[in-house]
């Protein structure tokens, strides 16, 4: 009778973990091929990426209702969608509002089964929009970064080189994580040939720094046990305060940039401008409490704010930085509880990513911003004696 009644449970929890995925699953391949994949040079991609959008919004509506939340879920849950409807209203853009109900769905499913399935659609998204591209059925964008060296660079079929590498981050990220510590000889080499590549391609420098460090921390902990299990004693419990204290650190560079400086200018050079496009936006639009309207930088046609930290405090205001802070913590707090350590390095390596990118917090790239209240357990191989 019990397994009979265990058996009907795990029937159901597959049956809702099919589903959620199967929603993610189809917001992912509009949010990659219609929305930043370079297709939409040959027709207007908006009205589909609209319509599958709603339909998906429907969708989790529906699936939110009818999943029970404690109390401290209902209230966070709610402050987020406020807060996304509110972006909405203001900016125009949904990343925000589908990702806390994305979030919200993902109550109880499991982290390793669906970073698995993300796995194999990710990966099949990145080989046939590039595919298509090397055959010539879509075209890249090529452009010059010029420095030092001038770098010729190309999208491979996306709409921006660093979306590209973003993708390309995520799989990578995905596949160290389901084989932490026991990736192949042939793993690591192929994982390092697809950064070197990227980086002469994309030169997407942020996306492959977060893959670096990933690898490298894997590569550790499977031939330099001791070294990792020493540098994890040192670190697990200060990891909760990652996401806070980049946005600390951020902002403050950011605010005391002084243009003038020499020191500053040298700092600034090594960041491809960055720190002084984020301080000229510092200035014009501030650090509000709600989401705000910022424009185009210098006329270009985009916002170009290359930090997650710096863009949520000033494009979203600071009630939506300290949602985004709290859940990190506490993400990052229940993976430690669980020892699940190779997810809490995939989220340390992806907030440095956030410090050189603003994609961060779109739920298209980056998955784990729905797993707070996920199920985080690792696999038995990934439990680390403390």
């Not at 902002?251 to 491809?272: C, R």
């Not at 913590?329 to 699940?340: F, L, P, S, T």
Request: aromatic share 16%; with cysteine; proline share 2%.
């Amino acid at each position: 009778m019990k397994v009979r009644l265990r058996e009907k449970v795990q029937k159901l929890v597959d049956i809702r973990e099919n589903a959620v995925f199967l929603l993610y699953a189809i917001y992912e391949v509009c949010y990659y091929v219609f929305g930043v994949s370079r297709i939409n040079t040959f027709f207007d991609t908006s009205h589909i990426t609209f319509a599958v959008n709603l339909l998906v919004l429907m969708c989790l509506t529906f699936y939110i209702l009818t999943i029970h939340y404690t109390l401290e879920q209902f209230l966070v849950i709610s402050f987020g969608m406020l807060a996304g409807l509110y972006a909405y209203y203001a900016l125009g853009l949904n990343v925000l509002l589908i990702g806390v109900m994305f979030m919200a769905v993902a109550k109880e499913i499991s982290l390793n089964n669906f970073i698995q399935k993300d796995f194999k659609l990710r990966a099949t998204l990145l080989l046939g929009i590039i595919l298509a591209n090397r055959v010539g059925l879509i075209p890249s964008l090529t452009g010059l970064r010029l420095g030092t060296i001038t770098i010729v660079r190309d999208s491979l079929g996306f709409g921006q080189y660093n979306i590209t590498g973003a993708l390309i981050m995520i799989c990578i990220l995905e596949y160290i994580y389901l084989n932490f510590g026991r990736v192949p000889d042939y793993g690591y080499g192929i994982s390092a040939l697809v950064i070197i590549l990227t980086l002469i391609l994309t030169n997407s420098r942020g996306s492959m720094l977060a893959s670096i460090i990933y690898v490298c921390l894997s590569w550790l902990c499977q031939y330099r046990n001791e070294n990792y299990n020493a540098f994890l004693t040192f670190w697990k419990n200060k990891f909760k305060y990652t996401f806070v204290a980049f946005t600390a650190i951020s902002l403050f560079i950011v605010s005391i940039f002084n243009p003038e400086s020499s020191v500053w200018q040298s700092i600034n050079q090594l960041t491809s401008d960055r720190i002084n496009i984020l301080n000229q936006y510092f200035r014009t639009f501030g650090i509000p409490a709600l989401p705000q309207q910022v424009s185009d930088y210098r006329s270009a046609g985009t916002i170009v704010m290359d930090n997650v930290y710096v863009t949520l405090a000033i494009q979203y205001g600071i009630i939506v930085l300290a949602l985004f802070i709290f859940c990190y913590y506490v993400i990052c707090k229940r993976a430690v509880d669980e020892k699940n350590f190779a997810f809490v390095l995939m989220l340390q390596a992806l907030m440095i990513f956030g410090v050189i990118e603003s994609t961060f917090f779109i739920v298209g790239i980056n998955f784990t911003v729905m797993m707070i209240f996920a199920n985080l357990k690792p696999m038995d191989f990934r439990k680390v004696e403390e």
